[in-house]
């Protein structure tokens, strides 16, 4: 993998941004204007003043920066107003100095010996006062060199507002600072903006920096821009950019736990080359953390390594009674550390490391010993006085110091302790890992299953439970094969046939196989145990997977579940049935009906305050609605459902499909950026197996839809799941193929993709059979494949519809083999379908084969109005390529396509269409000259007119678009009767 060293984007500073720019538009007003930009190092000044210098540029202003030297007090004087004036050298030459330059060849010595001459001998103006400027001796008065400074910016701005930048004022000498002061405070140049950027972690109490600003806050215009770290979004979308493709959730969190949303610190993680965000700090980053703590005393660097051990955040209490020091010697020693500006004291009365990254630095230069000394006083501590850290905190913090500290048998009862407190509050994932622990610790603590008062099978399927709920289903399908390698199945049968549900379900959602052998196999287990409500979830689990494979014999268990849960009376029972009846019958009854079971299922749920059976209601009921055409319900089923889901932490399991449906219904709506933010949050998930293929294919075809960069990579992505050993639902990504091709141009390949899709099975599934035969059937025209045509009307004939998506997309696949004299008539039942429908990019495409055949009938309104409408559609959604195709056709067609507009004149002249009817008979340049007695040059020029004016290649595209939109006999044709 390749990741850039640093971003290319700007992420999180749009108010600090726009501040600058507003006080640019202030300067060019004539309204004085500086600013203060402060930030701890690493937080991006830099690239914020970057970013606004670009900005000014592009606007017609004049950028000049000078940076500070880290020389302190005792640094080069005026050292970044000598790199600015370096830049005006180079810019302008010594004119610009409007013969002052031995003046200010104290602040640019090189201009000493431009304003010597080849000669030596000086400039006689500027011992003379020539130009009518004050006499100067050879040693000015320094205030005089502040007022000549002062001069030349404001007649660089005279011509273009100035932009100054001054970096890194943290370093800057006394005299750069007087002289900021004076341009800032007494003298005010026109049309300049001073910017001044300095690191506010650099700034200890005695920091000479500290009172020059309070100083400078109170002049007129002085605004400070203080640069905070980066929240959690902010740095996902660094690392999205970095590594060039979304991270995963995991991943996130780890990088801007560490790095607190540090810029620098998150580039510098992403360099390591790791996506998880889990690799070892890179030496050049340890180092320079390093760097300032070997700068403080060995007492504070002592009790700064304690308190590494402890954590990013510690109170006070805790670290005294680990420290184990005098509390003045401790106060101290934290006194200095605050004032480094590597612990800052909190609200609370205790200490935060300013960044988690030095803390981690300090914590690994521990030797081994220190290290495991440390962490058994954090855990005694804690162990003896739980108070001592936050609320609920005691378990984890246990677990965490006693590991640390190799006293696994402690470790694994505290950790014990901690997975059940992770439980209860919905952190599958944390507790899933603490018992992973526990499972690497097991065999080192010879007596652990009388410690924890369970045995290894019941620690493994707790275990088994958390990471499946977390959704780390590789894991779980492991830890599955671990299980049933210790259970007796015979002494057993439901425990045994519980493991083989979910290692099927895993096994499918993984896309290794179906998982119908393991089904089975519980089925035939539990097909003899007697009628309780654990025998009824397992047989509706097994029937609401089973049927995802074998519908009918769904069916045929689903019922057998629902005879006994009515049977029993129990409700709980009676909901897993009702649920699984909900999703295997929906195809089985009517629409109303099985919407109706579900709703009923929810209601169940909600009533057992069930969450995970609500979320797995809603996931299928937000599925059925989008099926039905109820867009807006199915968007909002989805909504409540992940939202529940993340309240429970089942986000990434069950939850998961959720983003993805409501994506695809907000799709349908015509709410694209929405559609596709939620797929950026479902990749963020980083979803496991197949369940990643749905938000990856709606994105690739949002992507191809709009004419985005990237829609490629998307593409080739989603194309790789059809490699996996099992795929349940293939069809969308095969018609996603097609689009690719098609997009790109390449009627060859959307042949080839389109007969690829024909080959599978359409009539079982009409949902996705129907738009994959559109797409078919586009193919065919797009390459004018007779064949493919064919096969395409043979396959839909065998074809269902039922619902209005399915209705509308067999009107267009019907429209788009009509003839000559239907293609009108066809094509507006196609449209009336789609509105019927209500998905706006498919009314568009409708919409545009609508205008295109109206113009070859000769029915230049409905073109026209039809046009206007493909146009609107296409600004609404961004669709470019669609908008691109409809402003071609109304160029070719002489038309405008702004809102309210009316046919315009034709495209090509009278002459034009009289050569161009010669070109379609197939004439050259020769023939046509001597036909119209105009000479061969002259008819090369008539030709190669329509060319551009038709948006072809050649002059065989210009005959047959010429016939496709009737533009041979545009002037006289008569609108086609079947227009209505």
């Not at 200010?104 to 000493?112: G, I, K, S, T, V």
């Not at 981690?360 to 501590?381: I, K, M, Q, T």
């Not at 905190?393 to 006693?402: D, F, K, N, Q």
């Not at 049927?547 to 009515?566: H, N, W």
Request: aromatic share 4%; charged share 25%; net charge negative.
């Amino acid at each position: 993998m390749t990741t850039r060293a640093a971003s290319a984007v700007l992420v999180g500073r749009q108010s600090e941004l726009a501040t600058l720019c507003d006080a640019l538009k202030r300067v060019r007003a004539d309204e004085p204007a500086a600013l203060l930009v402060g930030g701890e190092a690493g937080v991006g000044k830099t690239r914020l003043i970057e970013e606004f210098g670009r900005h000014a540029v592009d606007g017609g202003n004049q950028v000049l920066v000078g940076q500070c030297l880290e020389l302190g007090e005792q640094g080069l004087p005026f050292a970044p107003f000598a790199a600015a004036l370096r830049q005006v050298l180079r810019r302008d030459g010594p004119a610009a100095f409007d013969g002052y330059e031995r003046e200010f060849a104290r602040l640019l010595p090189e201009l000493a010996r431009l304003a010597a001459g080849p000669t030596g001998v000086g400039d006689v103006r500027a011992d003379q006062g020539g130009h009518g400027g004050p006499e100067l001796s050879l040693d000015p008065h320094r205030g005089y060199l502040f007022e000549l400074v002062a001069g030349l910016f404001t007649r660089l701005a005279a011509e273009r507002p100035l932009v100054l930048v001054i970096e890194d004022l943290h370093w800057a000498d006394r005299s750069t600072r007087d002289l900021i002061a004076f341009l800032s405070r007494a003298v005010r140049p026109a049309r300049v903006l001073l910017i001044c950027t300095y690191r506010s972690d650099e700034l200890h109490r005695g920091h000479p920096l500290r009172p020059f600003l309070g100083e400078l806050d109170r002049a007129r215009g002085v605004e400070r821009v203080e640069l905070d770290r980066l929240d959690r979004e902010g740095t996902g979308q660094v690392l999205a950019d970095l590594f060039g493709f979304e991270p995963s959730d995991r991943a996130i969190d780890t990088i801007h736990d560490r790095t607190q949303g540090n810029p620098f610190f998150v580039e510098e993680l992403a360099a390591a080359s790791d996506p998880a965000g889990c690799a070892d700090l890179p030496d050049t980053l340890r180092d320079l953390l390093l760097a300032r703590v070997d700068r403080l005393p060995e007492p504070a660097q002592r009790v700064l390594r304690i308190a590494g051990a402890g954590g990013t955040r510690i109170a006070h209490e805790l670290l005294a009674e680990v420290a184990g020091v005098p509390e003045t010697e401790l106060e101290e020693a934290l006194r200095a550390a605050v004032a480094a500006q590597l612990v800052v004291a909190d609200p609370d009365g205790g200490y935060e490391f300013r960044h988690a990254l030095v803390r981690e630095a300090v914590h690994e230069d521990l030797l081994p010993g220190e290290h495991a000394r440390l962490h058994a006083r954090y855990a005694a501590a804690i162990e003896a006085q739980p108070q001592l850290v936050a609320v609920g905190r005691a378990p984890a913090e246990l677990a965490h110091h006693w590991y640390a500290a190799h006293d696994y048998p402690r470790a694994l009862t505290a950790a014990w302790a901690a997975a059940e407190a992770a439980g209860s509050r919905y952190a599958y994932a944390e507790q899933g890992r603490l018992l992973e622990r526990m499972l690497e610790l097991w065999e080192q603590v010879p007596d652990a299953a009388q410690r924890l008062g369970r045995d290894h099978l019941a620690l493994l399927e707790a275990t088994l439970s958390a990471v499946s709920t977390a959704g780390d289903y590789s894991r779980a399908l492991a830890l599955t094969r671990a299980m049933l390698a210790e259970l007796d199945r015979a002494a057993e049968p439901v425990r045994t046939a519980r493991v083989l549900v979910l290692r099927g379900r895993l096994l499918r959602i993984l896309g290794k196989k179906d998982g119908a052998d393991e089904l089975r196999q519980a089925y035939d287990l539990i097909s003899n145990v007697g009628n309780d409500p654990n025998r009824i979830r397992l047989l509706a689990e097994v029937a609401f997977q089973i049927a995802r494979v074998d519908r009918a014999e769904g069916g045929r268990i689903v019922g057998e579940a629902m005879a006994a849960a009515t049977a029993l009376g129990d409700e709980d029972a009676v909901l897993s049935a009702t649920l699984a009846a909900g999703w295997v019958c929906t195809r089985q009854v009517s629409a109303e009906s099985g919407i109706a079971d579900l709703r009923r299922a929810e209601q169940l749920a909600r009533a057992a305050n069930d969450s995970e059976a609500l979320v797995t209601a809603l996931v299928v009921a937000s599925d059925s609605l989008c099926e039905l055409g109820r867009y807006a319900e199915s968007a909002e089923a989805a909504a409540t459902g992940f939202a529940e889901a993340r309240r429970v932490g089942i986000s990434r399991s069950t939850g998961a499909f959720l983003l993805s449906n409501q994506a695809e219904a907000l799709i349908a709506l015509g709410r694209w950026d929405e559609a596709d933010e939620l797929c950026g949050q479902a990749a963020r998930l980083d979803l496991p197996g197949i369940t990643g293929y749905h938000w990856l294919q709606l994105r690739a075809g949002l992507r191809l839809a709009r004419g985005q960069g990237g829609a490629d990579e998307l593409v080739a992505k989603a194309m790789g799941f059809l490699r996996r050993p099992f795929l349940p639902l293939e069809l969308p990504l095969y018609e996603l193929r097609v689009e690719a091709a098609l997009a790109a141009g390449d009627a060859p390949q959307a042949v080839a993709a389109a007969r690829a899709l024909l080959d599978r099975r359409l009539d079982t599934d009409p949902r996705y059979g129907w738009p994959a035969l559109v797409a078919a059937a586009r193919a065919a025209l797009a390459s004018g494949d007779e064949e493919l045509a064919e096969q395409v009307r043979e396959v839909a004939g065998g074809v269902v519809a039922r619902y209005p998506a399915e209705l509308a997309c067999a009107a267009q696949v019907s429209a788009s083999f009509a003839g000559p004299g239907k293609a009108v008539a066809a094509w507006q039942e196609a449209v009336a379908a789609w509105r019927v429908d209500g998905q706006r990019y498919p009314l568009g495409r409708a919409l545009l084969e609508l205008a295109e055949a109206a113009a070859s009938a000769g029915d230049r309104p409905l073109a026209a109005s039809a046009i206007e409408e493909v146009s609107a559609i296409a600004a609404e959604l961004c669709a470019v390529p669609l908008g691109q195709r409809a402003a071609v056709l109304a160029r070719r067609l002489g038309l405008r396509t702004a809102p309210g507009s009316v046919p315009g004149t034709d495209l090509l002249t009278a002459r034009e269409r009289e050569v161009l009817g010669l070109v379609a008979e197939g004439h050259s340049n020769s023939r046509i000259a001597e036909r119209l007695y105009i000479s061969p040059k002259t008819a090369s020029v008539h030709v190669s007119r329509i060319i551009a004016k038709l948006d072809v290649a050649n002059r065989i595209e210009a005959a047959a678009v010429a016939h496709r939109l009737g533009l041979l006999d545009a002037g006289t044709r008569k609108p086609d009767s079947s227009t209505g």
